[in-house]
Nanobody
């Protein structure tokens, strides 16, 4: 199983970015997908997750109302649309795949390599 995250970059505060995570190696539509992030010197934290069909999502309070997760099961891809970015959103963003939805990293058995998002003030 491989998860390939992309779309990170440098953006000014208030701007937007869209991350993508392409999956291969198992039936994408049978697994929950999530995004986590890790800022320099901090622990990895949950950003949000989406259910198998894409009909249900949930988010960390810190990103609620600004970030949106979606998935395209035909393309085996999950997305993270990030709007109104803040300097504190600067982190390495990881996508993850698991058999159940959770805000806990241990629920996910496959992880992407991470894509760096830097938000300048």
């Amino acid at each position: 199983v491989q998860l390939q995250a992309s779309g990170g970059g440098l953006v000014q505060a208030g701007g937007s970015l869209r991350l993508s995570c392409a999956a291969s190696g198992r039936t994408f539509s049978m697994y929950f997908m999530a995004w986590f992030r890790q800022a320099p010197g901090k622990e990895r934290e949950f950003v949000g997750a989406i259910n198998l069909s894409g009909s249900s999502t949930y988010y960390a309070d810190s990103v609620k109302g600004r970030f949106t997760i979606s998935r395209d099961n035909a393309k085996n891809t999950v997305y993270l649309q990030m709007n109104s970015l803040k300097p504190e959103d600067t982190a390495l963003y990881y996508c993850a795949s698991g058999a159940r939805g959770s805000a806990t990293s241990g629920a996910y058995d496959y992880w992407g390599q991470g894509t760096l998002v830097t938000v300048s003030s």
